[in-house]
């Protein structure tokens, strides 16, 4: 059997790479038009950061896994098609903002359409909105109908999160696949199940419609941003009520029925899903003549602005009303740890309202490059607003405060010498904590000015 993965993304990438690696007698072949990106993947140097990936992709490489720029072969080779294509959000005309941009869905379907020569199965694996399937199945069949070509397409959405990737493929709390009703859509259901049954037992392995597959997706991302959303409403109240968001977090996480995970209050949720996909869930409700419902999702977007903003005013209201001229480090620019990603990152938003402020940016990230973090805040690379650094400490030399926005380990109080960055900073030393993850009562005692998400003393100026 081969497969082909159209798309070598953050989706793409990584679960093909676990295809190959779990079913040695299946021929992976992975195609993106950006041959930068494929070269990458033929490098040890991968486009993708994901601990365990790359160890993976070298399992697997030269063995069953390609990687080319050769989408037409690739797609008349194959007998199992995914598209891992990008699905933003529109950014123009009907529905700018909200739905999601289908061009590179529809132009990736166009292509299948007009190359493949026999019969394909076709899976959706970008977060798509419902009823997708459909659309692509059209262009699918009235294209081919010249050919004689028969198409099956299954929705096949990935629930993998970005730094926890290969575990999260390794051992999936489900694999979910949607087909169409009837005896050919159940064939190439159980074609695709056989494929994951490689690895993951069978009970995992759940089939429905593909209405309910594309919309379990949407679902399952709107209610999971929900929740941080959720724990981040209350961090307001508790920063004036003097309560802790962490010890609430913890005492209502122990209730079975709600559970601990995903309680982390913070400087608010970043990645390419959640909000695209809120967003995507209200355009939905909005298109369904459900104004009510579309308005409850997009309270869970709102909310987060709110965090962002609000992170950003303590900041400024803490450094006496002024930040102008002044150097903040900021530690962690990718959206959450173990990523080099940064798309929608809180950092993007947090850094931009500094700079509004006239505030000069010392930058670091472990992973993120120097070319992405001026991309992402759309600065010339000769900006003298901010600097990028090679270290933490670099970052805090001669700062006003330092602003914690992604959770990496190694800001940790067990991992950083603080005392040496107290040393190195103006006085007083402020640190920002947006993930809540120093010992504040240890950096204190040190003469830190600590202030964190969902704390009193964050409120208190
Ligand atoms: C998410 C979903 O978890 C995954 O199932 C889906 O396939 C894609 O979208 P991802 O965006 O990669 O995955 O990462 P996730 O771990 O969900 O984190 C998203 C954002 O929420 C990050 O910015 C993270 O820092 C933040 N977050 C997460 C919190 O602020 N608090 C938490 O408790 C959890
Ligand atoms: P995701 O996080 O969903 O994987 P990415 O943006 O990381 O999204 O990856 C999507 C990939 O799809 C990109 O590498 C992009 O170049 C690729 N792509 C988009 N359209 C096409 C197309 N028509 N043919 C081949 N590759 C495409």
């Given at each position: 059997m081969k497969i082909c993965c159209i798309g070598a993304g953050y989706v793409g990438g990584p679960t093909m790479a676990k295809i190959a690696q779990k079913c040695p007698d299946i021929h992976v072949n992975v195609v993106d038009i950006n041959a930068e990106k494929i070269a990458q993947w033929q490098s040890d140097e991968l486009p993708v950061y994901e601990p365990g990936l790359l160890e993976c992709v070298k399992e697997a490489r030269g063995r069953n896994l390609t990687f080319s720029t050769d989408i037409d072969e690739g797609i008349r080779r194959a007998d199992i098609i995914f598209m891992s294509v990008n699905t933003p959000t529109k950014t123009y005309g009907v529905g700018a903002g909200k739905a999601a941009d289908l061009k590179y869905v529809e132009r990736c379907a166009r292509m299948i359409a007009e190359v493949s020569t026999s019969d394909k199965i076709v899976v959706e694996k970008s977060t798509l909105p419902v009823r997708t399937a459909q659309s692509i199945k059209r262009i699918l069949d009235a294209t081919s109908e010249k050919g004689g070509v028969k198409f099956q397409v299954l929705s096949n959405p990935e629930f993998l999160a970005e730094g926890t990737a290969m575990q999260d493929l390794e051992n999936p709390d489900r694999v979910l696949i949607g087909g169409e009703t009837s005896p050919e859509g159940n064939k190439a259901v159980e074609v695709l199940?056989?494929?994951?049954?490689?690895?993951?037992?069978?009970?995992?392995?759940i089939t429905t419609n593909i209405w309910s597959s594309e919309l379990s997706k949407l679902t399952a991302n709107a209610f999971l941003a929900q929740r941080i959303s959720s724990i981040n409403a209350m961090s307001a109240l508790c920063e004036v009520t003097g309560a802790d968001v962490d010890e609430v977090a913890?005492?209502?996480?122990r209730d079975s029925r709600l559970g601990s995970k995903f309680l982390k209050s913070s400087v608010g949720f970043g990645g390419s899903c959640f909000q695209k996909d809120i967003l995507n869930l209200v355009y939905l409700c909005e298109h369904f003549g459900l104004p009510?419902?579309?308005?409850?999702?997009?309270?869970?977007v709102t909310m987060n602005a709110y965090q962002r903003d609000r992170f950003v005013k303590r900041i400024l209201e803490n450094l006496f009303n002024t930040v102008s001229d002044k150097k903040i480090a900021i530690w962690g620019f990718a959206f959450k740890k173990d990523t080099n990603d940064t798309r929608e990152s809180a950092a993007i938003y947090v850094c931009k309202g500094l700079l509004e402020e006239q505030a000069c940016l010392n930058i670091y990230d472990p992973k993120v490059t120097k070319e992405q973090i001026y991309r992402e805040l759309g600065?010339?690379?000769?900006?003298?607003?901010?600097?990028?650094?090679?270290?933490?400490?670099?970052?805090?030399?001669?700062?006003?405060?330092?602003?914690?926005?992604?959770e990496w380990d190694e800001f940790k109080c067990d991992q950083m010498d603080y005392q040496k960055v107290l040393e190195s900073m103006q006085n007083p030393q402020f640190l920002f904590d947006g993930r809540n993850i120093v010992d504040r009562e240890k950096l204190k005692q040190m003469g830190f000015e600590v202030h964190s998400v969902g704390k009193s003393d964050f409120y208190a100026v």
């Open positions: 199940a056989s494929i994951y049954a490689h690895w993951v037992p069978r009970e995992k392995i913890h005492a209502i996480g009510e419902v579309a308005h409850y999702w997009e309270q869970v600065l010339p690379e000769d900006s003298d607003r901010i600097k990028i650094c090679q270290n933490p400490y670099e970052a805090a030399e001669d700062a006003h405060a330092v602003a914690i926005l992604t």
